[in-house]
C-alpha cells in the first residue's frame, strides 16, 4: 500500500504540479524514497528553506498555477515565513509542507520538534497563511490536503501550510485523491445589479479611463480588457503588480500608475474631465493611488470591481462598488444591451481626442539617461539596453530596490506574467530565487532578473541553484556597492548614516563562477547591449556584475510629490 508521503506526491501530480522546490532534512526522510517512486517529478534543491518558498512563489506567478514548497518544521518552516509572508500579500498561492516528529514523541524532547506541544510552528504561519493545520496521520490526510487546496484557491487565493508528522508521512494510505483545481477553473461569480448599475453609469460618461490591478491576471481576463478597451476606445493604466496585463505600446496604453508611474498615466487619471474611472482588481493601497493621490485629488466616479471584499471597503468608499469577477464583469459588459454599448461606441472619438492630448506631452522622466554614456551606468541604460535585446515574450523578475523604480518606470512589459515582482511585502532578494521557480514553470521562455548588490547579499547562494539544474537564467547585479534606495535618502542625513548604507564592491563575477555560473562584467554602457546579447547566447546561468551608478534620483517624482502632500489627519 501506498504511503503517506506518495499520496501527496501523487496528489500534486494530479494537480498538474511538475516540480516540488526543497531542502531535505530528517523530519522529511520518508518523501525522499517517495520521490524516487515517482519519476514524472521533478524536486529542485534549493540552498536555503527560503529559497524554495521563494522559488514555489515564482512557480505560481509565472505559471498561473500554484508552487510547492517542503522543508523540516521548526527551523526550515521557519526560514519559509517571510517568503510565505510575501506571497500571501500579493496573493500568490503557494502550498508550504513541512515535516514534523511522530505524534507520540510530541512534547518529549526531541531534536527540533516544533509541533503543539512545544514552538507550535503551526501558529508562527497562521498569520501569514490562509490556512495553517497539522495533519497528524493519513486517517485525515486525504482531508486536509484537500482543505488546503481549496483554502490556497479561492479568492482572494494565497499560501497554504500542513504541517506533516512523522505518521502522516510514513503511514499506509488507500486514498483515492480527486483534484480539486479543475473546480476553480473559470469560476467568475458577480453582483448582477452592481454590475448593471456601473454599466449603466459608463454609458452615460464622456471620459472614461481603466486601472487595471493584479485582479485581471489573477482572473486570466486580460484578452478581455483588451477587447473591451479597443471596442470603446478606452485608455488603460496597470498597477505596478499588475504591468504587462496590457500591451505598454498599444495605442490605448497609459503604462503604469502609481510608483515608478509613467506622466501619461498620471495626467489622465488626475484630469479634471475624467468622468468615470473604472478600476478592476486594485487593492488601492499605497503604491496603487500614488500614495492616496487617487483618492483625494482625482473628481472621478470611481467603480471598484473586485472579489476581494476587504479590498473594496478597506481603502475608502467607492462611487460605486461591483462585488465580483474582473473577468465576469468584462464579459457582461461586453454583453450588454445595444442602447449602452452604441452609447459607449459613439463616445469613442471624444475619449481618443482626450487621449490625445494626455499623450502629448512626453510619456517617461529622465529619458536621457536611458542612453547616457558616462561612467558609472545609470540603471535607466542597463535597463534600456537588457529589454533592446530580450525577447518580447521573456520574462522578467524585478528585486527590491532602487532598481525597482528605474525597472517600472524604463522597462516594457507586452503580456501578463512577464513582469514579475514581490510588489507589496517587497523582501529583497525575492527575485533570484523566484527567477528559478519561474524558469522551471515556463521552460519555453527565456527569463532574467534585475536585482542589486544589497539583494545579492541577501539570497544569491541561490544562483547556484540555477546553475547545478543548468537553468539558462541572466542574473543583472545593478553593483553600485550601495543599499541604493536607502542610500539614496540616508546620505542626505550625514557621513555615518551614508556610510551604514554602503556596502563593498564585490566580485560578482568571481562569485557567480564559484557557484558553477557563468560571470560577465560590464563598466562601459556601450557594451550592455553587445554582454546582455552574449549572455542570452550562452543559453546558461550567467551573473552579469552591471558597474551602476548609486547618486541616481529614483523616477518616482510623482509619487514622491503625493506624499509630501499627503497628511494622515484628512
Same mark, same amino acid.
Given at each position: 500500500?501506498?504511503?503517506?508521503?506518495?499520496?501527496?506526491?501523487?496528489?500534486?501530480?494530479?494537480?498538474?504540479?511538475?516540480?516540488?522546490?526543497?531542502?531535505?532534512?530528517?523530519?522529511?526522510?520518508?518523501?525522499?524514497?517517495?520521490?524516487?517512486?515517482?519519476?514524472?517529478?521533478?524536486?529542485?534543491?534549493?540552498?536555503?528553506?527560503?529559497?524554495?518558498?521563494?522559488?514555489?512563489?515564482?512557480?505560481?506567478?509565472?505559471?498561473?498555477?500554484?508552487?510547492?514548497?517542503?522543508g /523540516?518544521?521548526?527551523?526550515?518552516?521557519?526560514?519559509?515565513?517571510?517568503?510565505v509572508? @510575501?506571497?500571501?500579500?500579493?496573493?500568490?498561492?503557494?502550498?508550504?509542507?513541512?515535516?514534523?516528529?511522530?505524534?507520540?514523541?510530541?512534547? &518529549?524532547?526531541?531534536?527540533?520538534?516544533?509541533?503543539?506541544?512545544?514552538?507550535?510552528? #503551526?501558529?508562527?504561519?497562521?498569520?501569514?497563511?490562509?490556512?495553517?493545520?497539522?495533519?497528524?496521520?493519513?486517517?485525515?490526510?486525504?482531508?486536509?490536503?484537500?482543505?488546503?487546496?481549496?483554502?490556497?484557491?479561492?479568492?482572494?487565493?494565497?499560501?497554504?501550510?500542513?504541517?506533516?508528522?512523522?505518521?502522516?508521512l510514513?503511514?499506509?494510505?488507500?486514498?483515492?485523491?480527486?483534484?480539486?483545481?479543475?473546480?476553480?477553473?473559470?469560476?467568475?461569480?458577480?453582483?448582477?445589479?452592481?454590475?448593471?448599475?456601473?454599466?449603466?453609469?459608463?454609458?452615460?460618461?464622456?471620459?472614461?479611463? /481603466?486601472?487595471?490591478g493584479?485582479? /485581471?491576471?489573477?482572473?486570466?481576463?486580460?484578452?478581455?480588457?483588451k477587447?473591451?478597451?479597443?471596442?470603446?476606445?478606452?485608455?488603460?493604466?496597470?498597477?505596478?503588480?499588475?504591468?504587462?496585463?496590457?500591451?505598454?505600446?498599444?495605442?490605448?496604453?497609459?503604462?503604469?500608475?502609481?510608483?515608478?508611474?509613467?506622466?501619461?498615466?498620471?495626467?489622465?487619471?488626475l484630469?479634471?474631465?475624467?468622468?468615470?474611472?473604472?478600476?478592476?482588481?486594485s487593492?488601492?493601497?499605497?503604491?496603487?493611488?500614488?500614495?492616496?493621490?487617487?483618492?483625494?485629488?482625482?473628481?472621478?466616479?470611481?467603480?471598484?470591481?473586485n472579489t476581494?471584499?476587504?479590498?473594496?471597503?478597506?481603502?475608502?468608499?467607492?462611487g460605486?462598488?461591483?462585488?465580483?469577477?474582473?473577468?465576469?464583469?468584462?464579459?457582461?459588459?461586453?454583453?450588454?444591451?445595444?442602447?449602452?454599448?452604441?452609447?459607449?461606441?459613439?463616445?469613442?472619438?471624444?475619449?481618443?481626442?482626450?487621449?490625445?492630448?494626455?499623450?502629448?506631452?512626453?510619456?517617461?522622466?529622465d529619458?536621457?539617461?536611458?542612453?547616457?554614456?558616462?561612467?558609472? /551606468?545609470?540603471?535607466?541604460a542597463?535597463?534600456?539596453?537588457?529589454?533592446?535585446?530580450?525577447?518580447?515574450?521573456?520574462?522578467?523578475?524585478?528585486?527590491?530596490?532602487?532598481?525597482?523604480?528605474?525597472?517600472?518606470?524604463?522597462?516594457?512589459?507586452?503580456?501578463?506574467?512577464?513582469?514579475?515582482?514581490?510588489?507589496?511585502?517587497?523582501?529583497?532578494?525575492?527575485?533570484?530565487?523566484?527567477?528559478?521557480?519561474?524558469?522551471?514553470?515556463?521552460?519555453?521562455?527565456?527569463?532574467?532578473?534585475?536585482?542589486?548588490?544589497?539583494c545579492?547579499?541577501?539570497?544569491?547562494?541561490?544562483?547556484?541553484?540555477? @546553475?547545478?539544474?543548468?537553468?539558462?537564467?541572466?542574473?543583472?547585479?545593478?553593483?553600485?556597492?550601495?543599499?541604493?534606495?536607502?542610500? &539614496?535618502?540616508?546620505?542626505?542625513y550625514?557621513?555615518?548614516?551614508?556610510?551604514?548604507?554602503?556596502?563593498p564592491?564585490?566580485?560578482?563575477?568571481?562569485?557567480?563562477?564559484?557557484?558553477?555560473?557563468?560571470?560577465?562584467?560590464?563598466?562601459?554602457?556601450?557594451?550592455?547591449?553587445? #554582454?546582455f546579447?552574449?549572455?542570452?547566447a550562452?543559453?546558461?546561468?550567467?551573473?552579469?556584475?552591471?558597474?551602476a551608478?548609486?547618486?541616481?534620483?529614483?523616477?518616482v517624482?510623482?509619487?514622491?510629490?503625493?506624499?509630501?502632500?499627503?497628511?494622515?489627519?484628512?
Amino acid at each position: 500500500m501506498a504511503s503517506g508521503a506518495d499520496f501527496v506526491l501523487d496528489a500534486l501530480l494530479r494537480e498538474g504540479i511538475s516540480h516540488l522546490f526543497m531542502v531535505p532534512g530528517g523530519l522529511i526522510d520518508p518523501l525522499l524514497p517517495a520521490l524516487a517512486r515517482h519519476p514524472n517529478f521533478r524536486p529542485i534543491v534549493a540552498a536555503h528553506e527560503g529559497g524554495a518558498a521563494f522559488m514555489a512563489d515564482g512557480y505560481a506567478r509565472a505559471s498561473g498555477r500554484f508552487g510547492a514548497a517542503i522543508g /523540516i518544521g521548526g527551523p526550515g518552516l521557519c526560514n519559509m515565513t517571510t517568503a510565505v509572508a @510575501a506571497a500571501k500579500t500579493d496573493s500568490s498561492p503557494i502550498l508550504v509542507l513541512s515535516g514534523e516528529v511522530p505524534v507520540d514523541m510530541e512534547g &518529549l524532547g526531541q531534536f527540533q520538534d516544533a509541533s503543539q506541544a512545544t514552538l507550535d510552528d #503551526t501558529s508562527i504561519m497562521r498569520p501569514v497563511t490562509r490556512l495553517s493545520v497539522t495533519v497528524a496521520s493519513t486517517k485525515n490526510l486525504s482531508h486536509w490536503f484537500r482543505y488546503g487546496m481549496t483554502s490556497m484557491l479561492a479568492q482572494p487565493s494565497g499560501p497554504v501550510h500542513l504541517s506533516l508528522t512523522h505518521d502522516a508521512l510514513v503511514g499506509d494510505c488507500d486514498a483515492d485523491y480527486a483534484p480539486v483545481s479543475p473546480f476553480f477553473h473559470n469560476v467568475m461569480p458577480l453582483s448582477l445589479l452592481a454590475a448593471e448599475r456601473a454599466i449603466g453609469l459608463l454609458g452615460k460618461s464622456l471620459h472614461i479611463a /481603466i486601472l487595471a490591478g493584479a485582479g /485581471i491576471e489573477h482572473d486570466a481576463a486580460a484578452a478581455a480588457l483588451k477587447t473591451v478597451a479597443e471596442r470603446w476606445s478606452i485608455p488603460v493604466a496597470t498597477t505596478l503588480r499588475a504591468k504587462g496585463i496590457f500591451p505598454e505600446d498599444h495605442a490605448l496604453s497609459l503604462g503604469v500608475f502609481g510608483y515608478a508611474g509613467t506622466r501619461h498615466a498620471t495626467t489622465a487619471l488626475l484630469d479634471e474631465n475624467l468622468d468615470v474611472l473604472l478600476i478592476l482588481g486594485s487593492g488601492l493601497n499605497e503604491r496603487d493611488t500614488m500614495h492616496w493621490t487617487l483618492r483625494e485629488k482625482s473628481k472621478a466616479l470611481m467603480i471598484h470591481v473586485n472579489t476581494d471584499m476587504h479590498e473594496i471597503t478597506a481603502s475608502g468608499e467607492p462611487g460605486h462598488a461591483v462585488p465580483g469577477s474582473c473577468h465576469a464583469f468584462l464579459d457582461f459588459l461586453t454583453g450588454s444591451d445595444e442602447a449602452i454599448t452604441a452609447a459607449l461606441t459613439k463616445s469613442g472619438s471624444t475619449r481618443l481626442s482626450w487621449l490625445a492630448n494626455v499623450k502629448s506631452g512626453p510619456r517617461l522622466y529622465d529619458v536621457e539617461n536611458c542612453k547616457r554614456t558616462t561612467r558609472p /551606468i545609470h540603471p535607466a541604460a542597463a535597463i534600456t539596453a537588457l529589454r533592446a535585446v530580450f525577447p518580447r515574450d521573456g520574462i522578467v523578475l524585478i528585486d527590491s530596490g532602487a532598481h525597482r523604480a528605474f525597472a517600472g518606470h524604463y522597462w516594457s512589459a507586452y503580456e501578463p506574467r512577464t513582469y514579475i515582482s514581490a510588489t507589496n511585502l517587497g523582501p529583497m532578494g525575492w527575485a533570484i530565487p523566484a527567477a528559478t521557480g519561474a524558469q522551471c514553470a515556463r521552460p519555453d521562455r527565456r527569463v532574467a532578473v534585475i536585482t542589486g548588490d544589497g539583494c545579492m547579499h541577501m539570497h544569491g547562494m541561490e544562483v547556484q541553484t540555477a @546553475a547545478r539544474y543548468r537553468l539558462p537564467i541572466v542574473y543583472v547585479v545593478l553593483n553600485n556597492a550601495a543599499l541604493g534606495n536607502v542610500w &539614496l535618502r540616508a546620505h542626505q542625513y550625514g557621513p555615518l548614516p551614508s556610510e551604514l548604507t554602503t556596502l563593498p564592491d564585490h566580485d560578482w563575477v568571481g562569485f557567480a563562477r564559484s557557484l558553477g555560473a557563468q560571470g560577465m562584467t560590464v563598466t562601459d554602457p556601450t557594451a550592455l547591449e553587445e #554582454t546582455f546579447a552574449k549572455a542570452l547566447a550562452a543559453n546558461a546561468t550567467v551573473v552579469i556584475d552591471v558597474k551602476a551608478d548609486k547618486d541616481c534620483p529614483t523616477p518616482v517624482y510623482d509619487f514622491a510629490a503625493g506624499a509630501r502632500a499627503w497628511s494622515y489627519h484628512e
